[in-house]
């Protein structure tokens, strides 16, 4: 079975910093893209930013600058660096990947986190 699992949510204060990592683990032949997505309360769910298998890495507009994506294969993680932290930023982060199961030929399949919270409030 496949499990993408978030973690490093929490209450940090307007300006602060926090790390989500994401972590894959099952059997999979390989990751394709990945990315990061949020809900605030209230609000649909909205992509925040993603790394393709090959490519740039892409940002919503109102987390550039502040926010950084960042991936590793071998480890299967893939990691989103908040600075600079803003009240609206608060909302259930999810973190989304696309997975071959079993070889670089099979379509990627989509995988859903949990979500962790992340509150930004003094």
């Known amino acids: 079975q496949v499990q993408v699992a978030e973690s490093g949510g929490g209450l940090v204060q307007p300006g602060g910093s926090l790390r989500l990592s994401c972590a894959v683990s099952g059997s999979a032949f390989s990751i394709s893209d990945v990315a990061w997505y949020r809900q605030a309360p209230g609000k649909q769910r909205e992509l925040v930013a993603s790394?393709?298998?090959?490519?740039?890495?892409n940002y919503a507009d109102s987390v550039k600058g502040r926010f950084t994506i960042s991936r590793d294969n071998a480890k299967r993680l893939v990691d989103l660096q908040m600075n600079s932290l803003k009240s609206e930023d608060t909302a259930v982060y999810y973190c989304n990947v696309g997975l071959r199961r079993y070889s670089a030929y099979d379509p990627p399949l989509n995988y859903w986190g949990q979500g962790t919270q992340v509150t930004v409030s003094s």
């Open positions: 790394i393709p298998s090959r490519g740039s890495t």
